[in-house]
């Protein structure tokens, strides 16, 4: 028998695995596949951008895999932890860990429905490799929580927190979001508004942010995350592209999807912002100049140029997201700060620097209406603390403290009743995402509420033995056990007790 070509063999490992069902209605196969109203007609003609057979991604991972845990296993043994700019910065690795990372199991979970409900062979075997990806990631952060667990408050009961805490909800809200949809509309939700449109903002700065303090565990974390983002993205825009190209009545259909998921991933991305311009004491770049460059240029005025051509323009509310982009760090950062007794990354004191970079960065928003709020912890770190749990919005899951960009001396705060029901929502965009589907949303699990009935039980000790932690892990970074951990441990190394930022 003759050996197969390159191209042959490509088409037994991947496209030939697909079937046509005999024995059962090809309906009952896939139940869901007719019910957004997507019209498909001759999907078998799209092909996976990559064309990567399974031995082939299997190698390059692996690959990948020997480069990080070399990294990996030097950071530890040379006492990394230790030897970072500042250790305030693990305090933004455990937001990492709280707002972030459970994305990327939830992520493999609906990489996996995706595949499984959408019988397009190039489809199908992309979200499978993807699915494997998103599993890597969530591994290998976890790693890093597991060291950095040996020395730090807040990464001991990883499990138990990443299920209980309350602010979990943001990003569990929008994965269930997409897992409770349609699979063509949670293919654009993760695909397209996740990867293709915020995947840059996310792993590109947050990893040089790393780097720049010194925690290059979590800068090889970075990279290897992204070095897979491009098949992601590239699914994205392809899984789209065959979408309105398949038929002109899939075009509305898929304008609804932009416009809701742009702004669920947008508000996602929030703690993203702080990140970048808060947690890092040496910052490569800010927020708002990301944002600039992997959104505004890249996506809302490049690619959507060329989308209009297929009749699809720039996603609702996009406008306010860029009006957003010279306060959406310090808004988050406040809620941070307003929250920081019930959480367990801690707020801090801004240093002379901070304030000089900010006032900086953002000379038209930081000194007037946000560098006022965070003088206020320069002599109580609780002072701007808020009693409770916070209230939060209905869609996102954030608490509903965001100004209006156009008037920053007034709240956005929205309300809307439903069922005889008061709701209230941090923006417009979310209370319009509400409107469309209100008994999607009238289902959210709302913390303060929960607590109120007693499913944290009756006492403080009894709320914060649900989360997983302790008081003693909360507030502010510099007054805690954890700063003066990290102190002793440069003091048994050898090295100075400064972390003064030069140049």
């Not at 038929?247 to 993203?272: E, G, H, M, T």
């Not at 000194?367 to 209230?391: C, T």
Request: with cysteine.
């Amino acid at each position: 028998m003759a050996k197969l070509g390159t191209t042959g063999r490509y088409r037994a490992l991947t496209r030939d695995l697909m079937w046509d069902p005999k024995s059962v209605d090809w309906k009952q196969v896939y139940p869901l596949v007719e019910a957004e109203g997507i019209i498909l007609k001759d999907p078998s003609r799209w092909e996976d951008p990559f064309r990567m057979t399974f031995n082939q991604y299997v190698k390059i991972q692996a690959e990948k895999e020997h480069l990080h845990h070399a990294i990996r296993h030097a950071f530890e043994a040379h006492h990394g932890h230790a030897r970072v700019v500042d250790s305030r910065w693990f305090e933004g690795v455990k937001a990492f860990a709280v707002a972030v990372q459970p994305a990327e199991y939830q992520a493999h979970r609906l990489m996996a429905y995706i595949g499984r409900n959408i019988p397009v062979e190039a489809i199908r075997f992309a979200t499978f490799n993807q699915a494997l990806d998103e599993l890597r990631h969530a591994q290998i952060e976890i790693k890093h929580y597991a060291y950095l667990s040996r020395y730090y408050d807040g990464f001991h009961a990883y499990a138990k927190t990443n299920e209980n805490l309350w602010f979990n909800t943001v990003p569990k809200s929008f994965f269930d979001d997409a897992l409770t949809a349609g699979p063509f509309e949670a293919l654009i939700a993760i695909a397209f508004s996740f990867e293709y449109v915020f995947t840059n903002i996310l792993f590109l700065p947050f990893a040089a942010s790393a780097a720049a303090v010194g925690d290059e565990h979590f800068a090889s974390v970075g990279k290897s995350v992204q070095s897979d983002e491009s098949r992601h993205m590239a699914l994205g825009m392809s899984a789209m592209k065959m979408l309105l190209e398949e038929d002109d009545r899939n075009v509305p259909i898929v304008q609804r999807y932009l416009d809701k998921w742009y702004w669920r991933a947008y508000r996602l991305f929030s703690v993203v912002a702080t990140l970048v311009d808060y947690y890092p004491r040496v910052r490569p770049i800010s927020w708002k100049r990301a944002f600039e460059m992997y959104v505004e240029e890249q996506v809302l005025h490049g690619l959507f140029k060329d989308l209009e051509k297929y009749g699809i323009r720039p996603p609702r509310n996009f406008e306010d997201s860029i009006k957003e982009k010279e306060h959406y760090s310090h808004v988050t950062m406040r809620i941070l700060d307003h929250a920081k007794q019930v959480n367990y990354f801690r707020g801090f004191k801004l240093q002379p620097d901070d304030y000089e970079w900010l006032h900086n960065e953002y000379p038209n928003t930081f000194d007037r209406y946000y560098a006022p709020f965070f003088r206020k912890m320069d002599d109580h770190v609780l002072a701007v603390a808020s009693p409770g749990l916070p209230a939060v919005c209905a869609v996102c899951q954030i608490p509903t403290e965001f100004p209006n960009p156009d008037n920053p001396s007034e709240m956005w705060t929205q309300y809307a009743e439903h069922k005889g029901k008061t709701y209230q929502f941090c923006s417009p965009g979310c209370k319009t995402i509400f409107l469309e589907e209100p008994e999607k949303y009238i289902q959210f699990w709302w913390p303060a509420e929960s607590y109120l009935s007693g499913e944290f039980g009756s006492t403080l000790e009894d709320m914060f033995e649900y989360f997983g932690f302790t008081p003693e892990e909360t507030n502010e970074h510099y007054s805690s056990r954890d700063y003066y951990r990290w102190i002793r441990y440069r003091e048994a190394l050898g090295l100075d007790r400064s972390f003064q930022v030069n140049g």
